[in-house]
């Protein structure tokens, strides 16, 4: 065993409570930066502002605040955490997984990085992977850091270049952002942390993804199967590794899987119950696309018009909202990205 | 408790030779052969039409129609993927939707894509074993696969990492266990990451710590930062220290002694890891490589080399055997396996 190991052995005492909760949910801050939307002439119903990281930064940069911060705020340390969830589609390398620089500027030496890369869904998987692990008691304390730096992929373009309509949207709404939370029990909280935290009990948990419409909203390079080369000088210069989004495609895609969703696995809480006043959905499109299924546009929190889009971060955003807010005591937070991958979940604040 | 029903692999036809690669890089058999203990390896349609293109995930769907015929069930019994990869059909999404929809699961299943390297297999295990273990799976599919070929510098300033890497698939079907004996139950997970040596085995481009992910200047001077980049020796010594350990530490956690191994089934990276395996286990357990034919193909390596084992009668009912990895991150981890 490695003599640095703060923790012991995974395997817990069964009179610890395990009810998984979510609690001390961050953004990263420093070094981002509201910006007026260039792009907005470009396209019908983009975002009047988005999100930009300093170009010093990194995505690992933006994510060892946001954990950081949590850690602060829970009264924890890194040594307390037995299982890093990374949550991006842009990390600092093509690899490793980012999730092993954001462990080791955190100092750990030990702690496993589980990376997953889910679109805007990432978020609820992570919740999903851990908040199983917790019940089970493989883990007691698990990290989520989420990641998007989703701006950048469009940097490298320059005037000559020629961009197809479909990756112009995407252009006029990517945004980059970082966030982090913990879950854990309230056991755990009590004995390591700081007890009186809020936390926010996970009620219902759902993930699936339906791909029958899984190029509506793609980055197609680098390709694996491209041969001779899975990213070609050209390929490059002719912007094909440029994420695109066919709205209308994936407006349809989704609302189908939101509605299956819906249907099947919150059939016992239908929309209009559960939310006194919280229904939040972050996409690469407006939330009032969902208007159909929903049928609560007026109530739906929606980041886009303000922020753009942030990727799975979007949904870290909307839990530090719920967990801030005094006024309702549950909400519905969705996430719907490429795929096309979807998450949902009942959150009740405790 | 989380059981493996079966473990199935596929790799494509094409063979490319320590000799193949000789003839556009300087290189020779001889000098694979002593420093990684590599034969031949397979590539898909390396410059040869008449062998069959197929995509990652077509790839994986060979394998899993097999692996799920050995476990006696139908693909619309598959209610989640974890699928891991660093050589996707797309950077986004990932091959396991694509994998869903071609094996006609049209109802919303859970799909995990995971970017874990070496260790993404074991990674994987992990979280089908929680999916299995809180009820809320019965039948999921864990996937390791590459295809590398397509992402490898075929010049001679590319050999020190071209001649390992090598593409292939291999898939578990992981399902409760309810059987009284506990056949194949896994019987636990082991993983560490120490992130202080990430520059020591890894890919640089496309990447998000620029401004730019990746430009044309990158494609200039041997492209470099776009093809694999390894310190053999630093990485070979870490492998040697923390390999052998993370199997005992997990051994201690559940009260075993590496006495009781029948079968010790590594990441196949280098010959000479290997053979360090099976000194610091001498006389107690046998140590499987097949690296001399496959190479090594990252995420897949493991699952590879089980279903080679398995299907060569190596493993038998009852038999304790520990998978282990390590790779890029770096990331390690071991899994315990009651066969």
Not at chain 1, 184 to 193: A, I, P, R, V
Not at chain 2, 66 to 90: F, M, R, W
Request: with cysteine.
């Amino acid at each position: 065993m490695r003599s640095d190991v703060v923790w012991t052995s995974s395997r817990i005492s069964s009179e610890m409570d395990c009810t998984p909760l979510v609690c001390g949910v961050s953004l990263a801050s420093d070094g981002f930066h509201k910006i007026a939307n260039p792009y907005l002439s470009e396209c019908f119903e983009a975002p009047h502002s988005l999100v930009r990281a300093a170009p010093e930064l990194a995505p690992s940069d933006g994510a060892v605040e946001a954990a950081s911060k949590t850690l602060i705020d829970l009264g924890l340390k890194i040594e307390n955490v037995d299982l890093l969830i990374s949550s991006t589609q842009t990390p600092d390398l093509n690899n490793p997984s980012l999730a092993s620089t954001i462990l080791y500027k955190l100092g750990s030496k030990v702690v496993p990085g589980l990376e997953i890369k889910q679109s805007t869904a990432g978020v609820h998987y992570a919740l999903d992977i851990a908040s199983k692990l917790i019940q089970l008691k493989q883990r007691r304390c698990v990290l989520v850091v989420a990641t998007e730096f989703l701006s950048r992929y469009f940097a490298g373009y320059h005037d000559s270049l020629t961009i197809s309509d479909f990756q112009k949207v995407m252009r006029s709404r990517s945004s980059d952002a970082a966030g982090a939370f913990i879950v854990t029990s309230q056991k755990y909280l009590e004995n390591f942390g700081d007890p009186q935290v809020k936390t926010l009990q996970i009620d219902s948990l759902f993930v699936g993804s339906d791909p029958q419409a899984w190029d509506s909203y793609a980055v197609l390079l680098p390709s694996s199967s491209q041969f001779p080369i899975r990213l070609s000088r050209e390929d490059v210069i002719e912007g094909k590794h440029f994420p695109y989004i066919d709205q209308s495609k994936f407006i349809s895609a989704s609302n189908r899987v939101l509605r299956y969703m819906i249907d099947r696995k919150f059939s016992e809480f239908s929309v209009g119950q559960v939310c006194s006043a919280k229904i939040a959905i972050h996409a690469p499109i407006e939330a009032i696309k969902y208007n159909e299924v929903i049928n609560s546009t007026d109530r739906i929190e929606d980041l886009f018009p303000d922020k753009g889009f942030l990727g799975s971060v979007g949904v870290v955003e909307h839990l530090k909202d719920f967990i801030s807010q005094t006024a309702s005591k549950r909400g519905f937070l969705v996430g719907i990205g490429s795929g096309v991958q979807i998450g949902g979940a009942i959150l009740g604040i405790r | 408790m989380a059981s493996i029903a079966a473990v199935k692999h596929f790799v494509p036809e094409q063979i490319i030779s320590n000799d193949d690669l000789s003839a556009f890089m300087e290189t020779s058999d001889e000098w694979i052969r002593t420093r990684s203990g590599i034969e031949q390896r397979h590539w898909l349609r390396r410059g040869n039409e008449k062998f069959k293109s197929m995509t990652n995930h077509e790839m994986v769907y060979n394998a899993a129609l097999q692996a799920l015929n050995e476990a006696g069930l139908a693909k619309e019994e598959v209610d989640a993927i974890v699928y891991a990869t660093i050589s996707p059909d797309n950077e986004v999404p990932g091959s396991g939707v694509l994998l869903q929809q071609l094996l006609g699961i049209k109802d919303p299943i859970p799909v995990v894509e995971i970017r874990n390297q070496c260790s993404g297999f074991i990674f994987g295990l992990m979280v089908a074993r929680s999916y299995v273990d809180s009820g809320s799976s019965k039948c999921v599919l864990v996937v390791g696969a590459e295809i590398q070929s397509s992402g490898l510098d075929l010049s001679t300033a590319g050999r020190a990492t071209t001649v390992l890497f090598a593409d292939g698939c291999g898939v578990a079907v992981i399902i409760p266990d309810t059987c009284s004996e506990g056949i194949h139950q896994i019987l636990g997970i082991k993983l560490v990451t120490d992130g202080q040596y990430a520059d020591k085995l890894g890919i640089r481009y496309p990447g998000f710590s620029r401004p730019v992910t990746v430009a044309p200047d990158d494609f200039d001077n041997g492209a470099t930062g776009l093809f694999p980049e390894m310190d053999g020796k630093f990485v070979f010594k870490m492998a040697s220290h923390f390999m052998p350990e993370v199997i005992r530490d997990l051994l201690k956690e559940h009260d075993l002694s590496p006495a009781q191994l029948k079968m010790i089934i590594p990441h196949q990276a280098n010959q000479r890891i290997i053979d360090m395996l099976q000194a610091s286990f001498a006389g107690e357990v046998s140590v499987f490589s097949n690296i001399a034919h496959y190479g090594n193909t990252t995420a897949a390596s493991i699952p590879i080399a089980t279903s080679e084992a398995i299907s060569k009668g190596l493993i038998k009912s009852g038999d304790l055997i520990a998978l282990v990895s390590f790779g890029a991150g770096f990331s390690w981890g071991a899994c315990l396996i009651r066969w």
